[in-house]
């Protein structure tokens, strides 16, 4: 993969100030409209003018409303949709990381899910197996959780971190974790606010561009995608998440960073906990070897094809053995111990809270629900768990708004466990407002109890480019 890489120590900004200065259109923006709106191609001037206008707001938001819609109905090409990319790419501040560095950089991006708290527990594993994670993630919005969230339950994390500051932590620790700054891909934000408001955030194109110019301005090496499927998630059959995937896997090669994805399945919450401080605590728990099988089997299989992918590891199997390795032996917990303390934390904080002593606060009441029938737990859905929460606090309808970070679920019986009428099998934490009958009927139905488990198995496919399949790295569902 070429990439602009730099001397020892140094770390500065790129962007396409020249190019912001001097390129002229050919054409207007009723011109450039009027073409995608008549399934005409752009060509990558046309592209560039656009980006550079809304990053600058020299076009007008009807305007720019008017192409998102044309660009929703009628498609773009791969190549419209990675000039796309690239200048929503370079529209802002683009890291770039020291020579040494070179080859190491990685990250992942999830679609995500309920109860997915993989990039807690990915960070500092892959930072344990010598790698350099910039991770930049997001909140929650409707029923999927925030890493961000997460994280800001434990009091004194501080996602805002300059990029001379992450170079810093990226150094001593080797994986950070924070928000996007106002600078990283200007072009997307408000992008994103006007695709919200003229209903075209689901256009593959601008899906895409979306998330890959993010992770391209990180100047990644390798980049790994979760793109789930099933009730929780945003395609709720496996086709769609493929197209998706292969779409962004497609670009993100095109973009210069080895890219591959994971089709995972998003039916019942990842792991036992569902909420903000709970989901942290579970993180803890797994980063000491002591995961739920299926959260861990998620982490291994995404961290093994970013190691073998930048060269960590000679293969598939030599990758996991390395996770493995480093959530046994402590050095993956030892690095988000560091990470937490870099970033804000306490030290006393951060080794009470590895060392299971507490430290985050609880939620004001507890209360189990029993179990109505005995059997085997087929499937727990995961929509009306991550429903029920965000009406108790735990999730946010607008991006502004507070959160309880203390409500949340606790999963006592998961999916194949053998379960006895009035066993307890969920205990939910809250506050305000509290738990009433509705909610407790819900939370109910969403237990499926038979004689045999009904889901398929979590990873069901890998995505990747011809290239990468000829070379075999792919790895069993």
Known sequence: MQSNLLPQGSL????????????????????????????????????????????????????????????????????????????????????????????????????????????????????????????????????????????????????????????????????????????????????????????????????????????????????ILDVKFGEGALFKEMSGARELAQYLVDVGNHLGVRTAAVLSRMDSPIGRCVGNSLEVIESIDCLKGKGLKELETLVTCLGSHLLHMCGKAESLKAGEKAIQDVLKNGSALDKFQAMLVAQGVTTDLANDLCEGKGGLRRAEKQEELKAQAGGIVQAIHSLPIAEVLHELGAGRSQPDQSINWTVGIELLKTVGDKINEGDPWIRVHFENPSLDEGQKSRLQKSLVIGEKVQEGPLIAEIIQTQSQREKGRNCPP
Not at 42 to 51: D, H, N, P, Q, T
């Open 12 to 223: 500065r900004f790129e962007t396409n100030t020249k190019e912001m200065c001097t390129s002229q259109p050919h054409t207007n923006v009723p011109e450039m409209i009027r073409k995608k709106r008549d399934k005409e191609d752009l060509s990558a001037e046309e592209i560039r003018y656009f980006v550079q206008g809304v990053t600058k707001q020299t076009i007008q938001d009807s305007q720019i409303g008017a192409m998102l819609m044309a660009i929703r109905l009628q498609g773009m090409t791969k190549e419209e949709t990675v000039n796309l990319t690239k200048e929503m790419k370079v529209s802002g501040v683009v890291l770039q990381w020291p020579k040494e560095w070179s080859g190491l950089v990685v990250d992942k991006h999830s679609t995500g899910g309920v109860g997915d708290k993989v990039s807690l527990i990915l960070a500092p594993v892959l930072a344990a197996c010598g790698c350099k994670v910039p991770m930049i993630s997001g909140r929650g919005l409707g029923h999927t959780g925030g890493t961000l969230d997460k994280l800001e339950s434990i009091p004194g994390f501080n996602i805002q971190k300059s990029p001379e500051e992450m170079k810093d932590i990226l150094s001593k620790v080797g994986c950070c974790i924070v928000g996007q700054t106002a600078d990283l891909v200007p072009a997307d934000k408000k992008l994103y606010a006007i695709r919200d408001v003229t209903s075209t955030v689901d256009s593959l194109p601008l899906i895409a561009a979306s998330i890959i110019s993010k992770k391209g301005a990180e100047s990644l090496n390798a980049l």
